[in-house]
Nanobody, 114 residues
Framework: VQLQASGGGLVQSGGSLRLSCAAS????????IGWFRQAPGKEREGVSC????????YYADSVKGRFTISRNSTKNTMYLQMNSLKSEDTAVYYC????????WGQGTQVTVSS
């Protein structure tokens, strides 16, 4: 399984970014998928996920109403649309697929300047 994350960058507060994570060796349409992030000096935290049990989406309270997780089955790619970005969203963002086992992408840096 390989996951290639992209789309990070530097953006001003209030701006938007869309992260992508292209998967190979894993069918995103049928598995649990999620985005996590890790800010400097902090533990990695869950941002959003789509459950493989009920297909529902979940969001951390800190990103509700601003971030949207989605997937394109044709492209076998998952996305995280991030709007109204804040400086506290600055982190390395990781995509993850599966549960046991789980597979991680390499991370993409998101920096939000205030």
């Amino acid at each position: 399984v390989q996951l290639q994350a992209s789309g990070g960058g530097l953006v001003q507060s209030g701006g938007s970014l869309r992260l992508s994570c292209a998967a190979s060796g894993f069918t995103l349409a049928y598995g649990a998928i999620g985005w996590f992030r890790q800010a400097p000096g902090k533990e990695r935290e869950g941002v959003s996920c789509i459950s493989n049990m009920d297909g529902r989406t979940y969001y951390a309270d800190s990103v509700k109403g601003r971030f949207t997780i989605s997937r394109n089955s044709t492209k076998n790619t998952m996305y995280l649309q991030m709007n109204s970005l804040k400086s506290e969203d600055t982190a390395v963002y990781y995509c993850r697929v599966g549960v046991t086992p789980a597979y991680w992408g390499q991370g993409t840096q998101v920096t939000v300047s205030s």
